[in-house]
């Protein structure tokens, strides 16, 4: 829960004749008010009664906490209580739609929970000796084969553990390969509508970033690639379906031109659900590719993790793969550990393990559930559904690249003009609706953007559903109704905050208050 202090927190029903209905409690119906954990803490409270231990002999060589810990204590049923408040306050896919555009948050199968945790792959330990773990490493491999069928691609690097981690091995593949024909490249191209890690990757790879502009369709100015191509460029950034939900047409010529002056492309591909099965990025030309699992193939993802980044790679950039990978023999499955012999062109270790080995399980689970077809409708299904949102919403918000999209669907605010409502007031009463947001703002080459992917996942009844909710909330905005939405949500567990002063004045650490005798101060994100 975020801290009280500066600023209203009490919830506010409203009934029929809008009149606000506060409670005493602050409860609203089942949706219960739940004070940050040290608010409840009660000095002598604890959850277990143990008797005092017999005096042993400290091994902590002086080491001693001399200070209390500063923790509440509290009764287990609080703690039960509290943290079981908080995840009802959760919104998460298991709930309802989540249209988050370039985020592909996609219904999970729980058959690949329940496979990802089996007895023998659930508990196993990174550091088993290899005999041990034969039928994990064949999860790994088998995995492996898919991703470069899938993808038209000959090597794959399976340890990078998220998306922006699989840039990193990318470019530092890149960095690789250029340092061993002895050149020292210094800049990396990247379009303006790009994910904003392309760009943090190259600066923290040592390259120095220069954006490419966007047409007026959308997709990158090919004029002005060619124009900043030259012999110190070590490759391009670029991902496809771009961020305005785009197929970049120009892709193989883009590939083209970058090989010719040495360097190398980098697809970002975050976006791969659009094309699963339909287009093999190594036939576009395409020389490192991160892959989402946790976004394509089925994972619970978002609050930080856990995630997966696999890299496919092509002939040029495979030999500087980073170590552990998997190699299969006569005798079996087998790590390579380190950037030695067959792997002396590594760049060595990205991390201490070989990945994350739940993520590989629910992935090959949802691969080999579908089958090389179901792969194939994923796409088709993705696509079809953020045409029928973008059609549907065509007559209520203005589409800035006019024309067919591929998975996500990207409005502008032009239609809110002088209606008083922006972007981020529209998110505010869709809250209200009982719907996750969309991403807002983003891509940066639209204006006040509104970016929607259904994904496949989701049925017509629930599209038509949230189309009709937006048209509701559109015709609300335009028809004058603008303080509704500047003061929503009215309906959340929290009203409106103050975004711009969180961001600037960050309250991070619960102080206690003036008067009390608690000893008890630290993070409130712990709570």
Known sequence: MLNNKGRPTQPVAVDDTDTPIETYTGNKGLELESPLIFEQGVPG????????PKSVKSRLGGLDRKNPIGMPDLSEPQVLRHFVRLSRQN??????????????????????EKVARLVGLGDLHPMQPTSTVQGALEIIDSLAHWLKTITGMPAVAMSPAAGAH????GVMAI??????KGEARTRILVPESAHGTNPATAALCGYKVEAVPARKDGRMDLDAFADKLGPDVA?????NPNTCGLFETDVKKIADMVHEIGGYFY????????????VRPGDLGVDAMHINLHKTFSTPHGGGGPGSGPVVLSDALAPFAPVPFVTHGKDGFALVEQAEGAAEKSFGRMKGFHGQMGMFIRALAYMQSHGADGLRQIAEDAVLNANYVRVGLQDKLHSPFPG???????????????TGVSTLDLAKAMIDEGYHPMTMYFPLVVHGAMLIEPTESESRQTLDQFIGTMGHLLDKAKAGEADAFLSAPHFAPRRRLDETGAARNPVLR??????TNSENETLSAAS
């Open 45 to 52: 409270r604890v959850g277990v009664d143990m008797a005092e």
């Open 166 to 169: 699989g840039e990193l091995c």
């Open 235 to 239: 490759g391009v950034m670029l991902t």
């Open 510 to 515: 619960w102080t206690e208050p003036e008067g």
């Open 175 to 180: 960095r690789a390969a250029h340092e061993a």
């Open 91 to 112: 919104y998460a896919i298991d709930a309802g739609f989540y249209p988050l555009g370039s985020c592909t948050m996609k219904h999970n199968p729980r058959i690949n």
């Open 267 to 278: 697809c970002d591909g975050a976006n791969l659900n659009a094309i699963l099965g339909r």
């Open 404 to 418: 067919i999209c591929m998975h996500e669907a990207l409005f502008d605010d032009s239609t809110l003009k002088g």
